[in-house]
């Protein structure tokens, strides 16, 4: 997503000469400076003024007027009449559009034309150079920091010495342009904004300043910890309580290990449920524990939100039964659970299902023990009485009377067979009526009541034909559930884990307008936007940067989110934080799991952006490369034909070829119309754009723009397919060119290298799936010879996932930068690329490059931005670039 | 019609103070356009042009009187122009007027010669607004 410029400002940067002219304003100061001319920036302007030198004669009103972003030290400029001159502003906010300026001596007069400036005063000692960067594998770019110096011949320590506390006063660069005309903030681009972080020195001579990219509090930590005034009331803190934090909770905890209805769940969902999967709460007194420092989405058993203990003596979780807690407050300040009755359900899974032939042999009974719920133990009988035994084992029964007293046993089987009773029987226990009933292809989870006299080491399952036919019987998995309640005085013991839905978008996240909408906000009924669980990285990284850094929306660049929550929909998010963390590494974390990138944009706002393969080239969003999309080492000027380059344009079925030579705008629209009378053809030199007209009215004329040497893009028109011109309407070129330009943006002479850039892998594993209490529990791997034949092994971790898809996707990311080592170029060019971004792609051309990749490959070839850096003393920009 | 160039800066010392002969020759007025030519592979230029040019006069005058040595010592002492400080008039040999600047920034020396004379040597600067 490349950065937007007003027409005049795409106008004057490519210019082949143009006045850029650099401003700095520092909130707070009394003036501002440039680098180049001093320069006045109309910021607002009007025909309305009033004056009442009755009333006040230092006031002046305007209701045209918008103050809010005047300072003291800006010009009023009252143009004819009797105030006319230039006034300091004193007092910029006095009243909504109303300014003082002190001792002017207003008279009284209306309608008076009036514009307020900003004066630019020519007296920086050198540039705000500065630079950004990134990592093609994502993570938090960082942004340099800025220096700069003020000459102190006239003493502007003067103007800080009014100030007690200059640093951290906000500082803003940005750029304009003199046309000739009035200079308007409407036509700047700002390039950076920061903070002063210190005077490095002030003396007689100068004044310099340091300006710190990241207007945040670098040393902020993400986690607030539980103290003495958390505690349940009347009680202090458990010892073992001091020096948590609260918990922060993101994605779906929910397990299904406990389960006891699990009707329709897919093998996906139990894969990525049987885990652990739970978020360790801290205990606040009397058996209340905190489940988190937050909201979470609402409670729901039926949802099937649990509680879970640890029990030490077991050395395993065991799921707390619904009735059995309570969900005490759920609001942005935490939620809180009590324990009030000490009752669990212990889940086992068998160690093994033996066939124990009676009729029929049970196959691939290892099936029922790997714990994949797609796999399967099965068996056909075909004769009436018929059966085929297996026996389950499970782990020793270990709860003694330590542990607790068991009340209640069962066993839960996803099965699907024929079963139905008519013609045949699944049953458990050698019992023909403890029947597992089907009601024919089933899959879902059945469960079965295990007498809590039988012994728990072994359960028979016996499949028995009632009817002649064939009949089959599957069994995908099976577990035993045995309740019990803990021993008296054991709760202290079995400390108690949350596993359900996390953190929920709050409003920020509705009605978000912009390229795209928001992943999660009207997405359909699973994502409506507020209330919706938070699992989309994009949402996981707006929602620290919000809930946890207290980032305002005017510091987020919602469009982009937007775009990278789009961009990473199949990615699911999962992870608890329960320590503090700098929130510049988790978020530079969080982020490189995510494929992305975090940074922060010219306007100070927060921006990710996702790489994705496949996308256009950034500026133009074309398939193919359009004129600003190209870095050129011999641009082509505006409205030059050369012959067998750009000399044809192909409408009506019929090629025309225009004459080489130099052009106007409006003289080679005129050449381009003249051809057949099938269209017309028009330039505005205030839009830059060209017009073509079809004024036959026989069914739309196609315009071939894919013939090699059309006109096309050097007219600014996307070439990536063809267009047609219905009848008697017009199309308008995408792209605006003006006299005097370059058509493509220009690389600087001498100034362009190549290099290979990154490490060279060929078997690549990241770990994911992070443990309640401990590190990463899974991995995926995958290899790639298709470059390098030697095992060159590298591991990587996705703390945040526990969901396959996503490991696989940064799994697969990393794969595609490091399985070779990729070309990087740099190159200089000048002001026309002012608007180029972090991750921005773009096609670059130089004789280097296409000696190595041919010129049709070089000519369709994606870059990715990876570094800019910016030097307002030669006015350039070096970007660095990679092969996407 | 050619005169003598002038300083003139209204209430101060000695102003208008005319200088008592011609500049020498060769009488040089530099001036540095104020811009950043770049250059792209294929030799297409681009001017960043970031302000007006600079314009320079050299004062060259030979063997000057102590008294006009000494009231033009005065004149840019004045607190009205106050050396480098402030603005004052330069008019030159053609009567065209400028609004200059003292840009002999360190040191001013007029180092006297034979005959009790003084050599002058000034740089001015046309002021940029």
């Known amino acids: 997503m490349s950065g937007t410029l007003v027409t005049q400002l795409q106008k004057q940067s490519n210019l082949k000469g143009y006045k850029p002219r650099v401003g700095v304003f520092i909130e707070g100061m009394l003036a501002s400076y440039a680098f180049g001319d001093s320069f006045d920036v109309v910021l607002d302007s009007g025909t309305d003024g009033v004056t009442n030198s009755v009333a006040d004669d230092e006031r002046f009103d305007s209701a045209a007027m918008t103050n809010t972003g005047f300072i003291a030290g800006d010009i009023l400029s009252i143009i004819g009449g009797a105030n006319d001159g230039e006034y300091t502003i004193t007092a910029p906010q006095e009243a909504a559009n109303a300014i003082l300026c002190n001792s002017a001596g207003f008279t009284t007069g209306t309608g008076q034309t009036w514009k307020v400036t900003r004066r630019f005063l020519d007296t920086l000692s050198s540039g705000p150079n500065f630079n950004l960067m990134t990592k093609i594998t994502g993570g938090m770019g960082t942004l340099s920091n800025v220096q700069l110096g003020i000459p102190n011949q006239e003493l502007y320590s003067n103007i800080l010495a009014t100030y007690a506390n200059p640093e951290n006063m906000a500082l803003q660069c940005a750029l304009y342009f003199d046309d000739g005309s009035a200079i308007l903030d409407a036509e700047s681009h700002q390039f950076y904004e920061g903070i002063i972080s210190d005077f490095p020195s002030l003396n007689y001579k100068t004044v310099k300043f340091n300006v710190d990219g990241y207007d945040r509090s670098l040393n902020n930590v993400i986690g607030e910890l539980v103290e003495e005034a958390d505690a349940t009331a009347n009680y202090v803190l458990p010892d073992l309580s001091h020096g948590m934090i609260k918990p922060i909770i993101y994605g779906d905890r929910r397990s299904f290990r406990n389960a006891t209805s699990n009707v329709g769940i897919t093998a996906t969902e139990w894969d990525a449920n049987t885990d652990v999967n739970m978020v360790p709460c801290v205990a606040l007194g009397n058996d209340y524990w905190l489940i988190s420092g937050h909201a979470i989405k609402t409670f729901s058993a039926a949802a099937g939100d649990k509680m879970f203990a640890f029990d030490e003596i077991l050395g395993r979780y065991v799921e707390l039964l619904a009735g059995d807690f309570t969900i005490i407050s759920n609001t942005a300040s935490g939620c809180v659970v009590r324990r009030n009755t000490s009752r669990y359900v212990d889940t086992r899974y068998p160690v093994s299902a033996t066939d124990q032939f009676a009729d029929v042999s049970w196959a691939n009974t290892a099936n029922l023990v790997d714990n994949d719920i797609s796999t399967k133990a099965d068996v056909t009988i075909s004769n009436p009485g018929e059966i085929a035994h297996l026996d389950l084992v499970w782990p020793p029964d270990d709860i003694s009377a330590d542990v607790g007293t068991k009340t209640d046993a069962r066993i839960n089987v996803r099965c699907e067979g024929d079963f139905d009773g008519i013609s045949a029987n699944l049953y458990f226990e050698n019992d023909p009526t403890n029947l597992i009933v089907s009601g024919g292809a089933m899959t879902y989870f059945d469960t079965n009541n295990k007498s809590l006299g039988a012994a728990f080491d072994t359960t028979s399952v016996k499949f028995e034909s009632l009817a002649a036919g064939s009949f089959d019987a599957d069994l995908y998995a099976c577990y035993l559930q045995v309740q019990y309640t803990a021993a008296t005085g054991r709760e202290a013991a079995m400390p108690l884990f949350f596993g359900g839905r996390g953190r929920c978008y709050g409003t920020w996240v509705n009605s978000r307008t912009g390229t795209e909408t928001h992943a999660d906000n009207g997405g359909g009924s699973a994502h409506p936007g507020v209330g919706t669980l938070i699992e989309n990285p994009a949402g996981v990284v707006e929602s620290l940067l919000r809930d946890e850094l207290s980032v305002a929306t005017a510091n987020i660049n919602l469009d982009a989110f937007n775009v990278a929550s789009n961009d990473l929909s199949s990615d699911v998010d999962s992870f608890h934080i329960v320590e503090s963390l700098p929130w510049l590494e988790l978020l530079d974390e969080v982020a490189f799991s995510a494929k992305s990138i975090l940074h922060i944009d010219a306007d100070d706002k927060f921006k990710m952006v996702t790489l994705v393969t496949g996308n256009n080239f950034t500026a133009g969003g074309t398939v193919k490369p359009s004129s600003e999309d190209i870095f050129e080492f011999s641009p082509e000027n505006t409205f030059v034909i050369t012959t067998g380059f750009n000399d044809s344009i192909w409408y009506a079925g019929t090629e025309y070829t225009i004459s080489a030579g130099q052009y106007t705008g409006a003289t080679l629209a005129a050449a381009i119309g003249a051809f057949s009378g099938a269209i017309t053809c028009t330039y505005s030199s205030t839009t830059g754009k060209f017009t073509l007209t079809d004024v036959v009215g026989l069914g739309g004329v196609v315009i071939n723009w894919t013939n090699g040497t059309n006109v096309g893009r050097f007219i600014g028109f996307d070439i990536s397919a063809n267009d047609t011109i219905a009848d008697s309407s017009t199309i308008v070129s995408d792209f605006p060119l003006w006299a005097d330009s370059f058509v493509e943006n220009p690389i600087v002479e001498n100034s362009f290298s190549l290099r290979k850039e990154g490490d060279v892998m060929t078997d690549f594993t990241v770990e994911y799936a992070p443990d309640p209490t401990a590190g990463l529990t899974k991995s995926t791997n995958v290899t790639d010879t298709t470059y390098h034949s030697e095992s060159l092994k590298g591991s990587w971790e996705h703390n945040f996932t526990r969901d396959k898809t996503t490991a696989d996707s940064l799994r697969d990311n990393i794969k595609t930068r490091k399985n070779r080592k990729h070309f990087e170029c740099i190159f200089k060019t000048f002001l026309n690329a002012i608007n180029v971004e972090m991750f921005d792609i773009i096609n670059v051309r130089h004789p280097i490059l296409e000696g190595i990749f041919t010129e049709a490959t070089m000519n369709d070839k994606k870059w990715v931005v990876l570094k800019l850096v910016y030097n307002w003393k030669s006015f350039d920009v070096t970007i660095t670039a990679v092969e996407a | ?129």
């Open chain 2, 1 to 129: 019609m050619s005169t003598n160039a002038i300083f003139t800066k209204v209430g101060a010392a000695n102003s208008p103070l005319t200088l008592p002969k011609g500049r020498f020759y060769p009488v040089n007025e530099p001036l540095s356009p104020r811009q950043i030519i770049g250059k792209t592979g294929g030799g297409q230029v681009k001017i960043a042009d970031v302000g007006d040019p600079e314009q320079f006069f050299p004062i060259v005058i030979n063997r000057v009187s102590k008294t006009f040595r000494d009231n033009l010592l005065a004149f840019l002492a004045d607190s009205l122009v106050n050396y480098s400080q402030n603005t004052f008039t330069f008019t030159d040999e053609e009567s065209t007027a400028y609004t200059v600047r003292l840009w002999s920034t360190r040191t001013i020396d007029f180092p006297a010669v034979k005959g009790s004379l003084y050599n002058i040597r000034l740089v001015l600067r046309k002021e940029i607004t």
